[in-house]
């Protein structure tokens, strides 16, 4: 008898994966808020009472960290977004099936990256 390969992931195994994902979704949406709060503070505090050289350097290195911290939420945002859309996969039964070969995505790639959408072999050969 040949052992047909799976060809996607059981309801138990969708259920871990979902709650994984939750759990990510969460941690992740706490650090964007602590960001944010970080852009809005540094929006708050002015260097008013610095003159002159000092008070440009510091407006340099303000607006740096702000550049930072802004593309950091960006990121993170992008990281809930795809989180989020990994939840519909789940629920439409796409979830962890390569788009690009259509076989099942590793297990322990999905645990370390789980919004994945393409095996690591299908993600390598594209280069």
Same mark, same amino acid.
């Given at each position: ?17 979902? /709650?994984?994902i ?23 505090s ?7 050289a ?18 950091l939420?960006?990121?993170?945002q ?12 789940i /629920? ?5 099936i390569?788009k ?6 590793? %297990? %322990? ?9 393409q ?9």
């Amino acid at each position: 008898m040949v052992k047909k390969e799976k060809t996607k992931y059981t309801a138990s195994e969708l259920e871990k994966f979902e /709650k994984l994902i939750l759990e990510k979704m969460e941690s992740a949406q706490k650090e964007l808020d602590f960001i944010r709060e970080s852009l809005q503070r540094s929006n708050l505090s002015g260097t008013d009472s610095t003159q002159g050289a000092l008070k440009t350097l510091e407006d340099g290195a303000d607006t740096m960290e702000k550049e930072s911290l802004s593309q950091l939420a960006g990121r993170q945002q992008k990281f809930i977004t795809n989180l989020e859309k990994a939840l519909i996969r789940i /629920k439409n039964g796409t979830y962890g099936i390569c788009k690009d070969t259509g076989n099942l995505i590793d %297990k %322990k790639r999905l645990r370390a990256v789980p919004h994945a959408t393409q095996s690591i072999e299908a993600k390598l050969n594209r280069g």
